[in-house]
């Protein structure tokens, strides 16, 4: 199944991490933040006037920045 | 003196266990290696005394934000005897990593895993037992905020010390980018001693959210609560002050001036309208000071601040600045000083300088003062809450307008990703503890500065002694007219000049500055700057008021917060040039549409 940007899930949606592309301070703050390949995100919600978003990984609610979510490909459940 | 460092991730209650440890009883300090400051205590352990260290929440101990390189950069300098990892129970899951990252660098660790009693309501259950086995660390289930299994942890703590850290394996880095051993590592101690139930409760913190996050419902409540806090400080705070304010004036009627009434006039000028008016302008601040920190402990600590940092940050990111920015910039609306000091929770520094030197637009209440009394005296009472109106969009757009301009200079090269923790009680001992630290740590930076300023002001407005205080005849006076050419543009006179310079001190001084300088008080002060002022000369003088450096107090604070002089001056530089600017454009403008 192709992948997407987790930027473009919609609230309540889930899916599991494909692949990250970040820079380097990002990816290390994402992987301490439990971001790896293979972990299922939930996108809890976004918002408005294309703010931030607020993702669920394990246990831990995450905010972070569409420009942010758009390097985390992942792939719907 | 033997040392423990306290380590952890952000949001693991780390500095409530900091300060049950040493009872509140802090300081800030330089260590060596690294450039920012941090909180330490010394406390008796086992009939020794130790120090311990509060070293700042990271996420990966080879990350390469801020906090994370000053924590490598502390343990390499000051290898200390005791590493006390906090870890949040909660999130066992996604924490184990740093304490894997901690475990090789064969430091002596005490493992704490605080929120014992989050975690129990979560489902999570934990076996300690079996995890210190498969680590071979102790390991103990706390919970900080109730002090569950702190008593033995201390124990262990103590015993732990007795064996120091060997030293710093020097390979620390190429150890630490072992990623892929720590995950293996992390899978099997998990699936051993950890259960986590697939689907997390529908918790309450979900069920606030739902309405605290609201898309449409979220804004208003932020700006409703933001209000309530707002009018809660200075509901509360003002009486404070001012209670005081009447103190202190009257114990220098009733107790200082006769005392001292038998030193030369000079002399007990300077140590009345000098040195003891300093210490007092010092004093009004700290009830407004404590209560700002008590007030934003309970907004921090119960998780709402990031939250508000959701739901500003579309505004604020546009800006450079993030959501936090924006709850400062409006605190700075009651007070500047402790506005500024809030900043520390933004942990980028770029950030927050650039917060920092938006902030000082904010329209104080002390400025406000300045305002009521001028748009009082020469404005209709129609017209006055427009002009008032309107110099709250002028502070606004500085602030806007400042932070466009220079948000390229201060660049945040720091992600924003940012953890939305439970919402949480906050216990009432962890805010009064924080409102007593800053306290303290405001009357250390502060004081000898804003005394030094407020007698150099009361020296220029009193020299030559031959001159009438504040008058055209004194060093200010001359400084006055020296300025004119400069100010004269913007329709200030000389002595509005020098009520500039007052006003540089405390902006809460400057209509009684005035009323010195024109040798008349209250009403009669009013029309006299009514007669002498046309709107629109008062206008462009209530625009640089506004616009230029809030006080010496806040000026104090800038500093010791950036601990960077260049900084400071260039925030008062460009305030002035801002005043000037704003004023002049306002001032002429006005002038050539023929008002």
Redesign the interface.
Known sequence: MPGTPLSTLHPGEIATIVAIH?E???H???????F?SGKRVEL??K??????L?VR?????????RS?AAKITVCKA | MKRIALLGMPNTGKSTLFNRMTGGAARVGNWPGITVELLSGKILLGGDMVEIIDLPGIYDLHGFSDDEQVVRHFLHDNVPDLALVILNATQIERQMSLLLQLKQLDMNVVVLLNMADEAKKYGISIDSKKMTELLDMPIFLISGKYGTGYAEAMQVATKALRYPTPGMAEQLRSQLEQDEHIEAEMARVMKHAVQIPAQLPDSLTEKLDRVMLHPWLGLPIFFGIMYLLFQGIFFIGQPLQIGVGDTLVWLRGSALEPMLSGLPVWLSGLLLDGIYNGVATVAAFVPIIILFFLFMAMVEDSGYLSRAAFLMDALMARLGLDGRGFVMLLMGFGCNVPALMGTRVMRSRAMRLLTMLVIPFSLCSARLQVFVFITAALFSPQAAPLVLFSLYLFSFAAAILTSILFKGKFKNNEPFVLELPPYRFPTGRQMVMRGRLEVKHFLNRATKFIVAGVVLVWLLTNLPSSAVPASADTLAGMIGAFLNPLFAPLGINEQLTIALIFGFVAKEIVIGSLAVIYGLGGEALGGALAHQLDWVQAYSFMLFTLIYTPCLSAIATLRSESKNLGFTAFVIAWSLALAWLASFTFYQGARALGF
């Open positions: 970040a380097e301070a990002l290390l703050r994402l992987l301490a933040l439990g790896r809890i919600r918002a408005n006037f294309s703010g931030p607020q990984i394990g246990t831990t609610d995450v905010m972070l920045r942010e």
